[in-house]
């Protein structure tokens, strides 16, 4: 008996389903191309705006540092602004001074530049730390030496040699003061010694 051999490959419904498949693998080709085009497409866009945001940043920063370098030049501008009319006060008094046959002048328009400093210092947050009669507080107070006092009790300030300040509460500058210590008692020996040496 002799096989008898199919060839399948020339058969014409094998032929049309190579072709089917053929024609689907192309329609596969041309999706896969217009997803990878898309895709491609997409990219670029993304990238665009992340290059975009990228400089935007860029931008933020220098403007960030340029207004950081503004404000630390200029942050005492307005207490500036403020001070130059005292200045201008000081210097009429001088004037006046000069002309003027009395100090009286003089003393008033200090006293007056004085006044308008302090109100100009109120106007900003600054505060004097009150020192007179308190008792000795390290946290506002620096101690020069002591002074012996009848009239205060021991470590309260006797004499204020210069005012301290606060800002918004915080120390500034503390007060430097004296402070009373008990007054030493002289031992009759001493008392003494001391009319012997008169004599």
Do not use: C
Not at 76 to 93: F, G, K, Q, S, T
Not at 166 to 175: D, G, H, I, S, V
Request: no cysteine.
């Amino acid at each position: 008996m002799t096989e008898k051999k199919v060839n399948l490959d020339n058969s014409p419904e094998t032929s049309v389903a190579v072709e089917a498949e053929v024609v689907t693998n192309k329609d596969e080709i041309t999706v896969l191309q217009e997803k990878l085009a898309q895709a491609l497409d997409e990219t670029k866009v993304h990238q665009e705006q992340y290059l975009r945001a990228l400089a935007d940043m860029e931008n933020l920063r220098k403007r960030t540092q340029r207004d950081k370098e503004d404000l630390a030049k200029y942050a005492n501008e307005n207490i500036l602004r403020e001070i130059l009319p005292v200045i201008d006060n000081l210097e009429r008094a001088v004037e006046h001074a000069e002309q003027a046959e009395s100090d009286e002048g003089l003393f008033e328009g200090v006293q007056m530049t004085l006044t308008q400093f302090g109100q100009l210092l109120n106007k900003f947050g600054v505060e004097t730390v009150d020192a007179m009669g308190q008792t000795f507080d390290p946290a506002y107070h620096q101690a020069m030496g002591q002074m012996e006092s009848e009239n205060y009790p021991v470590n309260t300030v006797v004499q204020q040699m210069q005012k301290g300040y606060q800002l918004n509460k915080r120390l500034l500058r503390p007060a430097f003061v004296m402070l009373a210590k008990k007054p030493t008692i002289e031992k009759p020996e001493d008392i003494d010694i001391k009319e012997a040496d008169v004599k």
